[in-house]
């Protein structure tokens, strides 16, 4: 009896269940963030194009902005789920 215990509990699996948990946490927590992480890979998108001739000018201040307030609605919408 004492013989199958061991071969089930040891350090080795218990090391690949507490992995197994931290990627289960990590895939939740990606998924919970996603569209955040979206928006904010839109927000580097646009300021790389605003950039690209090395001078902003309004309407690109204007696409910036408005990206950089996508990305705050994402934030609390994550809190509170009020959009």
Do not use: C, H, P, Q
């Amino acid at each position: 009896m004492a013989g199958f215990f061991s071969d089930y509990f040891s350090w080795t699996n218990l090391f690949y269940l507490l992995g197994l948990i931290l990627a289960g946490i990590a895939t939740l927590m990606a998924s919970k963030y996603k569209s955040m992480m979206k928006e904010i890979g839109d927000v580097a998108r646009t300021l790389e194009e605003a950039y690209a001739d090395g001078k902003l000018d309004s309407d690109e201040k204007k696409k910036i902005m408005k990206e950089v307030l996508d990305v705050l609605k994402s934030v609390i919408n994550l809190k509170w789920k009020i959009f």
